[in-house]
């Protein structure tokens, strides 16, 4: 791995940074990061992590996973909220859940998806860990797709798990709701970015009821964060990512609000600007699009970015 160029740094913030009126809060020092293919091969042979398969297609997992990988799908995480779907679950909800997986706060967590796609889920995962203030959470730098085109060990055998007491606090999601978002579309104080792919955000596509995005958003596509290698797709550098978003007028003095449609790709902007770049003033909205687009009287832009 090259060091200055991979991102694998741990952010230390100490103690809790309040911002703004909307009760924004800065966050903790024990922030998920990055680990790469190499160091996750070492801890496994030494048998002190768990780790976890998000991808989305269980038959993928049962062709082959990383060995001593729990598979857990990312449906698992949401359930509808006052007929809006894809709302969060409640702090014990997630807690039995990742009983259920083994994982423990005394225990280092790798999270990896498929890293070619969908590498949000593995970003969601590690937002949720660290809202129960998980001293070791990682994502894996490339995931699935790296993992095995570096030819390393793969298995179909089932994990050997046992249930643990995951404890359910605390439990402090970084996580705002849609009052807060309306606020911040009206007093214009908070910079809102989207996600999704450019079509989404310029009304071209998308299966929600109004198509387009919330007034006043910036579009910082999740995947851009990327860049393509000869073995996966791998986050890129600090520096580079930094200046993507400093582009854009996305800088640490400011109130940031992720979204998406649901709140997953919003995740991968939150850990890219949170966990990488150290910024302590972001949030995720969720349920994100979903929601707003289904309010007839919220106001709903389709207008083309800027190029």
């Avoid at 970003?123 to 949720?128: D, E, N, R, Y």
């Avoid at 990682?138 to 298995?155: F, N, P, S, T």
């Avoid at 850990?271 to 995720?284: K, M, P, S």
């Amino acid at each position: 791995m090259r060091t200055g160029s991979r991102i694998l740094v741990l952010f230390t913030v100490v103690g809790l940074v309040a911002f703004s009126s909307m009760g924004f809060a800065g966050g903790t020092s024990n922030m998920p990061k990055l680990i790469s293919t190499q160091e996750l091969a070492n801890m496994s042979a030494k048998g002190s992590v768990s780790i976890v398969d998000l991808r989305s297609d269980l038959n993928e997992y049962l062709k082959g996973h990383i060995p001593e990988a729990a598979y857990l799908h990312y449906e698992s995480l949401r359930i509808g909220k006052s007929g809006v779907p894809a709302d969060m679950l409640s702090g014990t909800t997630y807690a039995d859940l990742f009983s259920r997986l083994g994982l423990r706060k005394d225990r280092p967590v790798v999270i990896y998806s498929a890293g070619d796609a969908n590498n949000f889920y593995a970003t969601f995962v590690a937002w949720l860990l660290a809202a129960f203030d998980h001293p070791s959470v990682h994502v894996l730098d490339g995931g699935y797709e790296k993992w095995m085109k570096e030819q390393r060990a793969i298995a179909k055998q089932y994990p050997k798990i046992t249930t643990t007491s995951f404890p359910s606090k605390p439990f402090n999601l970084k996580v705002v709701s849609l009052e807060t978002v309306k606020r911040a579309v009206e007093k214009k104080d908070v910079i809102l970015v989207d996600a999704r792919p450019l079509d989404q955000f310029e009304g071209r596509a998308g299966a929600q009821m109004r198509q387009g995005h919330i007034p006043g958003a910036i579009h910082h596509f999740w995947g851009s964060d990327l860049a393509q290698t000869e073995t996966g797709k791998t986050w890129k550098s600090v520096d580079e990512i930094r200046a993507s978003y400093e582009k854009q007028g996305v800088t640490p003095d400011k109130d940031v609000i992720v979204y998406c449609n649901t709140g997953t790709e919003a995740t991968h902007l939150y850990f890219a600007l949170r966990n990488i770049l150290g910024y302590q003033r972001v949030n995720v909205y969720v349920p994100s699009y979903t929601e707003w687009a289904a309010i007839e009287e919220l106001p709903v832009e389709t207008s083309q970015v800027n190029k």
